[in-house]
């Protein structure tokens, strides 16, 4: 049996990438490390069969020098490269990459320059003015490194919904693997699918209590006792996990209650009078006659009033998707890998969007560029067919709410506006350059309304009801965008476009063939919203998407 999983080798090689990038300028090398762990996160099969037998240094992006490393992390569990790297430097240094706009090169010049390798040590060094005195920083970079301090600060010890997955994942499969278990699932905020999570929980049904208690000690690290069946435990030297023990008969009421939230168990004891015994929540929910409501539906007890169960939007239910990148501009993957992994995924339709020319910093396209595209594009459509290939563009909204292109964005099937740039301006200011840029008779998509990026950036503030009012009055639709760090719209917000009649659409926002199944993450939004497939653009039939596009139906490819 292997030591490790690719989930555990992916994230030893992104470290280990980390670490590299801190010692070595060349970023070349720390690249490879990074693309060898998303290779790795993408294989499919058994892992430890395909390290075994060497097939693995047939995949792309794992070679020679880093296919010795995965053997011997799957063999061993460990990494004596990452052991030696580790020891170069303190723990907390990346605990440095919580600074918005901190990345490692600069992290790496901190530290050899001024010898600051934790959040307190560079504080100290912006309080006291040394930043300011380094190449590449200045007076107000060190400001905004001192303001953005604070905000890390305030968001340790959180972590995105990604992280608490893949924890809980391994975790879960640990803990199955005990005899004495006879069911465990992920619950907390990770099952309600919130956004940003503290920690994470595990719901465990055994009739051997003591035997689960003395093997989950081995499991993870600073194991403790909360109360006779609580323990809690950490995980991976940074994520809190609790484990809740039942028995198999009340597995059912543990569930529930350890999902969470508190408002809603507390309003369902209150409508269902007691926990009954059960070995399931279908099972719970049918003896307190009450339709069941998905757990992403639970942060409130809204839903407990119902009188049947919510049919919430499905992965399964998205037939095509927009907001794909390429090589073209900053995507990975090329136009003939992003079209083939779309088909494989069982899409009628997908929209290429690569960046417009004012997003220079991410590649975006020359017109001349855009017709280079295009002709690439009907090269390969005849591969996918029947899935349907629009040519679109993420196009910025500037400063002034034009869009970029103006009139030459004729050219295209869709367009995502988006704001890529003055993320500051006021809540006015931006809300009438969004504003502005919906009147653009080409718009087809308003791109992550907020760009916010989750624990990093705040997004920028707009009146949300005079955009869902124009968005409805122009039939512009909103995107979910599917990003596991935008997740933007935030979902506290959706309810409020719908009542207004505007349209969803859940994008990936993808720059890679694995980023693709961001629609999944963008479903985990329209769930906590309370929104049905009805609800959502790209659930709609090729048909219907075309005629809604305005393009004629008669061809794989638009005219």
């Known amino acids: 049996m292997a030591a490790a999983d690719k989930w555990t080798v992916a994230r030893t090689l992104d470290e280990i990438g980390q670490y590299v990038a801190l010692n070595d300028p060349n970023r070349f090398k720390a690249r490879a490390f990074e693309r060898a762990a998303r290779a790795v996160e993408a294989l499919a099969g058994d892992f430890g069969e395909l390290v075994a037998s060497g097939r693995i240094y047939s995949t792309?992006?794992?070679?020679?020098?880093?296919?010795?490393?995965?053997?011997?992390?799957?063999?061993?569990?460990?990494?004596?490269?990452?052991e030696e790297l580790r020891a170069q430097y303190p723990p907390a240094i990346f605990d440095l990459l919580k600074i918005p706009g901190l990345g490692l090169t600069k992290i790496a010049v901190l530290h050899s320059q001024v010898g600051i390798a934790s959040l307190d040590e560079l504080e100290t060094a912006a309080r006291e003015g040394r930043l300011?005195?380094?190449?590449?920083?200045?007076?107000?970079?060190?400001?905004?490194?001192?303001?953005?301090?604070?905000?890390?600060?305030r968001r340790e010890s959180q972590f995105l919904l990604p992280v608490g997955l893949e924890a809980g994942e391994w975790l879960r499969q640990r803990v199955a693997a005990i005899d004495e278990v006879a069911d465990t699932e992920v619950v907390?905020?990770?099952?309600?699918?919130?956004?940003?999570?503290?920690?994470?929980?595990?719901?465990?049904?055994?009739?051997?209590?003591?035997?689960?208690?003395?093997?989950?000690?081995?499991?993870?690290?600073?194991?403790?006792?909360?109360?006779?069946?609580?323990?809690?435990?950490?995980?991976?030297?940074?994520?809190?996990?609790?484990?809740?023990?039942?028995?198999?008969?009340?597995f059912g009421a543990t569930l529930l209650r350890t999902t969470g939230s508190a408002d809603?168990?507390?309003?369902?004891v209150e409508k269902a009078g007691r926990f009954s015994a059960a070995r399931t929540e279908q099972e719970l929910f049918e003896k307190a006659g009450i339709p069941f409501v998905d757990p992403e539906r639970r942060e409130s007890a809204d839903d407990l009033g119902r009188k049947k169960r919510v049919r919430l939007v499905e992965p399964s239910d998205l037939r095509g998707t927009f907001h794909v990148h390429t090589t073209f501009s900053d995507g990975r993957n090329t136009v003939r890998e992003m079209l083939m992994a779309s088909r494989q995924r069982g899409f009628d339709y997908v929209g290429l969007s690569d960046h417009s020319k004012a997003a220079y910093y991410a590649g975006g396209l020359s017109e001349d560029r855009v017709r280079e595209q295009h002709r690439e594009i009907d090269e390969h459509a005849g591969e996918v067919a029947p899935m349907r290939v629009f040519r679109g563009t993420e196009a910025d909204i500037l400063p002034d709410g034009t869009m970029d292109y103006g009139a030459g964005l004729a050219m295209f099937d869709f367009v995502v506006a988006s704001v890529h740039s003055r993320f500051n301006m006021p809540r006015d200011e931006m809300t009438a350059r969004v504003l502005h840029a919906m009147d653009d008779p080409h718009v087809t998509f308003i791109g992550h309304l907020t760009g916010r990026l989750l624990l990093s950036r705040d997004g920028y503030t707009v009146d949300y009801d005079r955009i869902f009012d124009k968005a409805a009055e122009r039939a512009i639709i909103i995107e979910v965008n599917g990003n596991p760090r935008r997740l933007d719209v935030d979902w506290r917000h959706l309810r409020r476009a719908v009542d207004r009649g505007v349209l969803l659409s859940i994008h990936p926002d993808a720059h890679s063939i694995a980023e693709l199944a961001h629609v999944i993450s963008g479903t985990w939004v329209a769930r906590k919203a309370g929104l049905s497939p009805r609800q959502i653009f790209n659930t709609r039939s090729l048909e219907e998407v075309t005629e809604f596009l305005g393009l004629s139906p008669l061809s794989p490819l638009s005219p």
């Open 60 to 82: 792309a992006g794992i070679g020679k020098s880093i296919g010795p490393m995965i053997a011997e992390i799957v063999q061993t569990g460990r990494s004596r490269y990452l």
């Open 132 to 153: 300011a005195k380094l190449r590449g920083f200045g007076a107000k970079t060190q400001a905004r490194i001192l303001e953005n301090i604070g905000k890390a600060r």
């Open 188 to 250: 907390g905020s990770v099952r309600r699918r919130l956004e940003v999570i503290r920690n994470v929980n595990l719901a465990i049904a055994t009739n051997n209590a003591a035997a689960v208690r003395r093997a989950l000690a081995g499991i993870v690290d600073r194991f403790e006792a909360i109360d006779e069946n609580t323990f809690k435990g950490t995980a991976r030297r940074e994520i809190d996990v609790l484990f809740h023990l039942s028995n198999v008969k009340d």
């Open 264 to 268: 809603f168990v507390s309003a369902f």
